[in-house]
């Protein structure tokens, strides 16, 4: 079982910049796979970047490209996501995500509202 605990959310104002953290605990070896989503009201969660984590490679969503940058620290179990030049269209809740073929977790989420 893995805990996905998200940090770093809050208001910006457009143009500004948020780093947002993923801390993991516990073990699932099974897991390739990491990545961030978002959730704006009322519309659908959307894949933001994603991880492999064997090579890491990492994917972004194109209306995040250039802006958003996912990486992880091995050390400290922890994956963040850096947001710049942030947009009122960015405003959503963004959730944490661990997936292999066989398992899927994510974190609670946490808010990120950008203001125009």
């Known amino acids: 079982q893995v805990q996905l605990v998200e940090s770093g959310g809050g208001l910006v104002q457009a143009g500004g910049s948020l780093r947002l953290a993923c801390a993991a605990s516990g073990s699932d070896r099974s897991i390739n796979v990491m990545g961030w989503y978002r959730q704006a009201p009322g519309k659908q969660r959307e894949l933001v970047a994603q991880i492999i984590t064997d090579g890491g490679s990492t994917n972004y969503a194109d209306s995040v490209k250039g802006r958003f940058t996912a990486s992880r620290d091995n050390a400290k179990n922890t994956m963040y996501l850096q947001m710049n030049s942030l947009k009122p269209e960015d405003t959503a809740v963004y959730y944490c995500?661990?997936?292999?073929?066989?398992?899927?977790?994510w974190g609670q989420g946490t808010l990120v509202t950008v203001s125009s």
């Open positions: 995500n661990a997936r292999s073929w066989i398992s899927n977790y």
